[in-house]
Each structure stands twice: as structure tokens, then as C-alpha cells.
């Protein structure tokens, strides 16, 4: 420790020897006798007894000693108009505590945890579409369930069909973005875009679902959709099957790799 205190004064008489020696050298050199100051000749007042016999210079220095007590005025002056400024719109400490809690409220509010989702938002091709459509043979007379609906590409499709649907997704971006590509597609006035559960929704209404999630989850909605679906409703689903209950239908549709539509009637209950 003590040999880190003597380093920091060495540096330090070093920097301020840096410094101030080349003005110490001048001072010196002011009192030599010579008109060269890289020789000492011997010491002298001569050139201050010229300096302060020197009209000129002596007006010279006076004018800038007036500036520079003008200067220093004004400045001082200024700064402590400033600093009254800032003191007079900067609010005490215990003023600027509730504020400050009343700003914080709104934005915990408006902060929404992201929600959970179960699966990703994968788009269906348009070809699988139509092959949904189709197997469900949907037309004007139809409401159309999409549980995970992402940005509504089913639904819209149905809906140029002139049938009416519901899309329900987990996530507000995928329902935002429905909303807009529904506009976009002249058939909002069709459509519905809920930001919800799946497994919350009532689907008793519907007269097809659609469905692009995984195995487990279209197991999981099984009990739901038996329960809640009239007998006969159509459920299409694209690349997953529902567990144990055997589709009516399994249609390929053959693009970069082969994808499959499933189809099932609600039966009949006993």
C-alpha cells in the first residue's frame, strides 16, 4: 500500500513538473541579462523597467485585464441565473416521490406477460386449404371454427367461400395481424378474431373446425370437441391425427414434401 501512495506522488510531481517547469524557466529567464535566453548573462530588471515605460503595451494590458473581469462578471452572472433555473424547476425530493410512484402504476398494468403458446405458428399452404375446404365441403352456409388460428389463412379462405368463421389463437400477435390480412382480403366483415384459450372457447356454435396443431394437443381437445360439437360436424385437421379415434378420411397433398388432411365426423351420441 505504501509503496502504491510513493508511486501516485512521484507520477503526480512528474505530471505538475511537466507543467509548470516550462513557465518557471521563462519567469528565470525574464530577470537574464541577454537579449539571447539560451545564455545566462547575469540578472537584470531592465526589461520590466521597459515593459512598464511602454505606452503601449501597458494600454494593451490594461484593455485586456477589462475584459477579462467583464468577462468573469458576465459569466458568473449567467451561471447563477442558470443554477437558480434548474433548482426552481427541479421538484424537492419528497415531491418527486409520488409522481414517481403514480408513473410506475400505468406501466405495470400495461405490461402483459407473454403468453404461453403450446405449439408455433406454422402456415398451412394454400393447397392444403383448399384440401381442408374440400373434405369439409365448406360453403356459404357454414361457420367456420380455426382453434390456433395464426394469422387467418383458413378462415379467410373460407370466407371467400361465403361461409363465416371464428379463428382463436393464444398470441395478440398472430390475432392482430389476422385482423389485418382479413381487412386486406376484403372479408373482415366475415370473420371473427379472438385472442384466447382453445381449450376456453366455446365451439357448440360451430359447424366445422379446423384444426394445424400437434398430436397431443388435438387429443387433449378431443373430449371438448365430442362433448361440445353436434353430431356430424366436420373436423379437419391438417398433418395430425386425433390418438386412437381413426379419421373418416386421409387425404396426401403433394408438395415439397407430401402433407396429409384428416377428417372426422362428430358421431351421434347414444
Known amino acids: 500500500m505504501r509503496k ?7 507520477a503526480a510531481a512528474a ?4 507543467l509548470y517547469m516550462p513557465l518557471v524557466i521563462v519567469i528565470v529567464y525574464s530577470f537574464n541579462n ?8 547575469g540578472f537584470t530588471l531592465d526589461w520590466y523597467d521597459k515593459l512598464f515605460h511602454n505606452e503601449e503595451m501597458l494600454t494593451a494590458a490594461g484593455n485586456s485585464l477589462t475584459i477579462a473581469l467583464v468577462a468573469s462578471l458576465v459569466s458568473t452572472l449567467l451561471g447563477g441565473c442558470a443554477g437558480q433555473s434548474a433548482k426552481a424547476a427541479t421538484p424537492s425530493s419528497t415531491t418527486a416521490t409520488a409522481p414517481s410512484t403514480t408513473a410506475t ?9 407473454a403468453p404461453k403458446l403450446d405449439v408455433i405458428w406454422v402456415p398451412s399452404p394454400p393447397e392444403v386449404i383448399v384440401a381442408m375446404l374440400d373434405a369439409a365441403k365448406v360453403g356459404p352456409s357454414d361457420l367456420v371454427y380455426d382453434l390456433g388460428c395464426g394469422e387467418g389463412e383458413i378462415l379467410i379462405a373460407a370466407a371467400k367461400r361465403g361461409a363465416r368463421g371464428v379463428g382463436v389463437d393464444l398470441d ?9 390480412n382479413a381487412t386486406q ?6 370473420l371473427t378474431f379472438i385472442e384466447q384459450d382453445l381449450f376456453k372457447t366455446d365451439v357448440s356454435k360451430a359447424s366445422v373446425v379446423t384444426l394445424y396443431l400437434l398430436p397431443e394437443l388435438n387429443e387433449r381437445l378431443k373430449p371438448k370437441l365430442l362433448q361440445e360439437l353436434r353430431p356430424g360436424t366436420p373436423i379437419v385437421s391438417h398433418d395430425f391425427g386425433m ?3 381413426m379419421p373418416e378420411r386421409s387425404i396426401d397433398v403433394p408438395l415439397t ?7 372426422w365426423r362428430v358421431p351421434a351420441r347414444p
Open 257 to 263: 414434401r407430401t402433407h396429409r388432411v384428416f377428417l
Open 185 to 190: 382480403a376484403g372479408v373482415a366483415d366475415r
Open 105 to 113: 402504476a400505468p406501466a405495470t398494468t400495461a405490461t402483459k406477460p
Open 15 to 18: 505530471g505538475y513538473a511537466f
Open 172 to 180: 395478440p400477435e398472430r390475432i392482430r395481424n389476422a385482423k389485418a
Open 4 to 10: 502504491r501512495s510513493i508511486g501516485l506522488w512521484i
Open 34 to 41: 541577454s537579449r539571447l535566453n539560451a545564455e545566462w548573462v
Open 243 to 245: 390418438g386412437d379415434w
